[in-house]
């Protein structure tokens, strides 16, 4: 069997001197690029200064806590959580290999163990990062590209951060659970993306779209779906994509779903979107006053082109927050 530490990994190893230098014995035998931190004071602020780390290996010395505080911070924290965590605890401190994966660890050796076993261990969450850094590299792509696309219309710029700003609000105050709420962020984002087939002699037209131009419209819902199909990260997403113009009336596009057919996020998304094309201008007509906005989306609800219950709360939340959020969107989305 290859070697598993033939890799450019960067591993900091922090901790026990004794233990912490013979791993780095047993690594750099292997190839593997390591350094040592003798405390884990400064490691947060070693991290965010060199975000090349891959791999941390906490060799506690003495008390055990400060190194799973350091755990905790590292793993329960969004900007860093993809950094991989390994304990490595001598027999007298066994009783702390519950406390690490509580902290978040993503493994806990004990000592003694052979260098293969270690290797490998090692190897494996490294694995898992690597595999975890592509996922989130796919997300990235179709997010850019979703922008690019957007992009190609001056009268949509930033419509498609406003959406998924409006959405994820929405969806905070109707109770929806943190993954709920994370494919809000992004299906608000990309739910336009299969607009990519739409040429822009008519997504820039000032008129009315033929008949024929409006079908060609009407497909951006099941392309963009399409699109994301092969990506098992967007499982969540792909709903939002290909629901967000049907209505709870049955009047909608591209399956016509009704009612319970219908599920909640892409009837959150339905709103925010409606929402922002009423209040920025298009090559049509202008952007239409809030008053008048509220009056379409009422109108909307009574005939259950829009779920009720979502336009009294998007409503409530434009009224509240709009123009924060509004600024925010010009400067990213933090959600």
Not at 18 to 32: C, I, N, T
Not at 166 to 187: F, P, Q, S, T
Not at 281 to 297: E, G, V, W
Request: net charge negative.
């Amino acid at each position: 069997m290859a070697s598993p530490g033939t890799t450019t990994e960067r591993i900091l190893l922090v901790g026990s001197a004794d233990v912490a230098s013979g791993l780095e014995r047993v690594l750099k035998a292997h190839f593997w690029t390591c350094t040592l931190a003798e405390t884990p004071s400064g490691v947060l602020r070693r991290i965010r200064n060199h975000p090349e780390i891959d791999l941390l290996v906490l060799a506690p010395e003495g008390s055990v806590h400060p190194y799973l505080e350091l755990c905790r911070e590292i793993k329960f924290d969004a900007r860093r959580a993809l950094v991989g965590v390994i304990f490595v605890i001598r027999l007298g401190q066994a009783d702390s290999r519950v406390e690490a994966y509580e902290a978040g660890a993503d493994d806990c050796i004990q000592l003694p163990a052979p260098p293969q076993e270690i290797l490998l261990r090692l190897s494996n969450v490294l694995r898992i990062k690597h595999a975890t850094n592509l996922l989130e590299d796919s997300t990235a792509v179709i997010i850019s590209l979703a922008s690019a696309i957007e992009g190609r219309d001056a009268y949509t710029h930033g419509h498609v951060e406003r959406v998924s700003l409006y959405a994820v609000e929405i969806g905070r105050r109707v109770g929806v659970d943190a993954g709920g709420l994370e494919a809000l962020k992004i299906g608000g984002i990309v739910h336009d993306i299969g607009k990519i087939v739409i040429p822009d002699s008519i997504l820039h037209k000032p008129g009315k779209l033929t008949d024929v131009e409006m079908e060609l419209v009407k497909r951006h819902p099941v392309i963009g779906y399409d699109i994301l199909q092969p990506l098992r990260t967007f499982a969540e997403v792909r709903p939002i994509v290909r629901w967000h113009h049907e209505r709870p009336n049955g009047k909608g596009y591209p399956d016509g779903l009704a009612s319970d057919q219908l599920p909640l996020l892409p009837r959150i998304v339905a709103v925010a979107d409606w929402y922002d094309a009423l209040t920025t201008p298009r090559p049509y007509r202008p952007a239409l006053s809030t008053s008048k906005c509220r009056d379409i989306l009422s109108a909307a609800a009574e005939h259950e082109d829009l779920d009720p219950a979502l336009v009294a709360v998007l409503l409530e939340v434009v009224g509240q927050t709009a123009g924060t959020m509004v600024r925010a969107s010009t400067v990213g989305i933090s959600v």
